[in-house]
């Protein structure tokens, strides 16, 4: 079956003050579209189909040459945009607690350490791109940036939460000040989500 873009479990308007709902509008019906729908085209016809998004991009180098960019490009787009849908809803914020608020604490010291090294990373990403939370293939937290859609799982790492710093994803928000989003993102962030992540990726 063709992939899709999975439906958003709030409404457009939810993120409201912090994402606006034409943002949202466009970014999840429009430019997520379009990955998915230059994904399909790529893949069809080829054994990639009986594949996972995860899987095929987590193994571009399974992908056949000739495909391998618009894969690398737009089956990236399609993970990368999944999981941040799923880590983001209304009235959210405040700090991860549990395992993943200690695996936090013992990494990067505090929380706010964290925030203030993943908003560095993001607002110096050069032009597009993502600010992830990743574990590493050797089980460390770490943070990374990526450029355009590249995922970090093409290098093996999980993801635990990410950041898109592409301006479609601020500028009608923020303009070009896309320090303010970074942030203010953090308002729309589902710990409980991350957490699951989290939990997933350790075993
Ligand atoms: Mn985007």
Redesign the pocket.
Known sequence: MAFEVPALTFAHDALEPFINTRTMEL?HGL??GAYVAKFNAAIEGTDLESKTAEEIVSNLDAVPENIRGAVRNNGG?HV??SI?WSIMGPGKGGEPTGELGEAINSTFGSFENLKETFNGKGATQFGSGWVWLTMTPEGRLEIVSTPNQDTPMSQGHKIIMGN?V?E??YYLTYENRRPEYLKAWWSCVDFDAVAARFAAAKS
């Open positions: 970014h430019h997520h787009g990368n945009h941040f898109d592409w479609h994803a």
